[in-house]
């Protein structure tokens, strides 16, 4: 599905006619171009609540309008955001932070322990790293209005880095809300505000800059630091077909681009006002998630098949043509972290192996099931590597069929758990960050739980069992050790295929600066626009 969008582009711009717009509306929509940035981002944003997906374009919607308790530096280590004083006892057991002066949410009203502790309640039932701290806690409660205590019934020193995992500060009001029931408000207490009144779902959404909002006295690091906001306004377009996306970009009409295909860079390399830059110099993990609960993939000698099948050059060929950017992976935990490793990867054969594969479902009984493939039609990469994998798949007689969307559709879809007569799938790519894969207790797709597991359900309680041991190991040696265990019956059960890993660069109108490089997430704060 392409779609162009280049009108749309230029009612954006203009802001709608006089005729259409109440003058109150019309003074909201007036920065000049020189404090308002506009963004293409990587799919459409269309969950907002970050307790409810994983998707990329919801975190960045979620650091920009709600703040944290810690967030991690430029060397992934936690720091102090929202807090500003904290103590632990001497069994290591009770923590207490106080939070810092100048707290407010969005609608005035400040920001108290109350938020936090319902806040820290509704993430433990919603992400891998809350789960295993409200397992081991006895009781969260407030102290006064900004002190608030966790007491746990077992020591866990990697509190302060389990915190800064996904967890943003919601009104209590908000945070009460059941995780499974989405929060709409979009009223947080961060460096940006959404300007609901701006709001044009499938087309752009704005944010605007909290004049309010207090930064922390450190300068910017990482997502730790103080967060200015340099910038009056921020609006990103959902522009799905990239060749009219880059040619806004040539025209001035947009000052950053996500994830540009490989075909353009040399023309953004020779353009003077346009530059590639690498903010996620981790690299993104290609990987495909199946539906382990429903046919075929309930069956792990389907999903052992689908590992043998994929061929990783044939999908770098597609997502990223140039080799500089894009290499073969076979380390569970990734490529480039402390604990990557070689364990179990006999799997792996340049080429792949479709014979293996074939012989693989004939073993788990496979009788022509329908295999519903996820694919995002306004997510080039994604669309064109669910498609490889559909012609693969059919080359060893596997019943494979795409179901086109644009990504927020497969964002909706992958949260079914039933069959695909009942609307729901059996496989769908996504990316990321392969800088997270060195984290087994936060990311989220390194669980193997069940159906409290992320999109996909794999179950292993061998696999779990080590998994809590690793909060508790003390040294590094101690995790690399159980990394390789935990890599040896990854890899047997199969939940996860990686179809690459790639280093992907932005593209920006030069004009744009001081953007912040960190895995998974572009924080919007720091960033500023010279004159034209």
């Not at 799919?43 to 944290?68: C, E, N, R, V």
């Not at 998630?289 to 069956?299: D, G, T």
């Not at 019943?399 to 059996?426: F, Q, T």
């Not at 769908?428 to 984290?439: C, P, Q, W």
Request: one cysteine or more; glycine letters at 8%.
């Amino acid at each position: 599905m392409k779609i162009s969008r280049r009108e749309i582009i230029k009612a954006g711009l203009a802001a709608g006619t006089a005729l259409a717009i109440p003058s109150v509306l019309r003074a909201q929509t007036a920065p000049t171009d020189a404090r308002t940035v506009r963004m293409v981002k990587t799919g459409g944003l269309s969950i907002f609540d970050p307790m409810a997906t994983t998707a990329t374009i919801t975190l960045d919607h979620a650091i920009a309008i709600y703040d944290t308790l810690f967030s991690l530096d430029s060397k992934r280590m936690p720091q102090p955001q929202m807090v500003g004083k904290w103590g632990l006892s001497d069994d290591k057991k009770n923590y207490t932070f106080e939070l810092r002066d100048g707290l407010s949410w969005h609608d005035g009203s400040p920001v108290t322990a109350a938020d936090c502790v319902a806040s820290i309640r509704r993430w433990g039932q919603a992400k891998s790293g809350g789960r295993l701290v409200m397992a081991r806690v006895t009781d969260i409660s407030k102290k006064d209005d900004k002190t608030f205590t966790i007491s746990l019934r077992e020591r866990l020193g990697l509190l302060p880095t389990i915190l800064t995992s996904n967890l943003y500060v919601m009104r209590e009001k908000d945070a009460t809300r059941p995780a499974t029931d989405a929060v709409t408000a979009n009223i947080g207490s961060g460096p940006f505000k959404f300007n609901q009144a701006l709001a044009k779902p499938g087309v752009s959404f704005a944010y605007d800059r909290n004049e309010k909002y207090v930064p922390r006295g450190e300068p910017s690091d990482g997502l730790a630091g103080a967060k200015v906001v340099k910038v009056d306004r921020v609006i990103w377009d959902n522009i799905g077909d990239q060749q009219t996306a880059f040619t806004a970009l040539q025209a001035g009409e947009i000052d950053y681009f996500d994830g540009p295909p490989a075909d353009f860079f040399g023309v953004i390399e020779s353009d003077p006002n346009l530059a590639l830059e690498v903010l996620d110099k981790s690299g993104q993990v290609y990987i495909l998630r199946m539906n382990c609960l429903q046919k075929p993939f309930n069956n792990v000698k389907a999903r052992q098949a689908v590992l043998h099948l994929v061929n990783q050059d044939a999908y770098l060929r597609v997502i990223s043509p140039d080799p500089q950017y894009g290499s073969t992976i076979t380390s569970f935990f990734g490529d480039g972290n402390p604990i990557s490793n070689d364990e179990n990867t006999a799997w792996y054969k340049k080429g792949g192996d479709p014979e293996k594969a074939k012989k693989l479902f004939e073993e788990a009984g496979y009788a022509g099931e329908k295999v519903v493939i996820l694919q995002p039609t306004d997510w080039a990469e994604g669309s064109n590597a669910s498609q490889i994998l559909a012609a693969e798949l059919r080359k060893v007689g596997v019943n494979a069929e795409l179901a086109a969307s644009d990504w927020g559709g497969v964002a909706a879809r992958r949260a079914n758990k039933g069959s695909v007569s009942e609307g729901g799938w059996s496989i769908f790519v996504t990316s990321e960050s392969d800088a997270t894969r060195g984290d087994p207790i936060s990311q989220s797709s390194l669980a193997a739980n069940g159906d409290k597991a992320w999109y996909g359900w794999p179950n292993s309680e061998e696999y779990e069992a080590l998994r809590a041991k690793w909060a508790d190991a003390e040294t590094l040696e101690e995790r690399k050790a159980l990394a390789r265990r935990m890599q040896q019956v990854a890899w047997d059960l199969a939940g996860t295929v990686f179809l690459g890993r790639v280093v992907t660069p932005i593209a920006r109108r030069k004009i744009l600066t001081g953007l912040i490089g960190m895995p998974e997430s572009v924080p919007m704060w720091n960033m500023q626009k010279a004159e034209a």
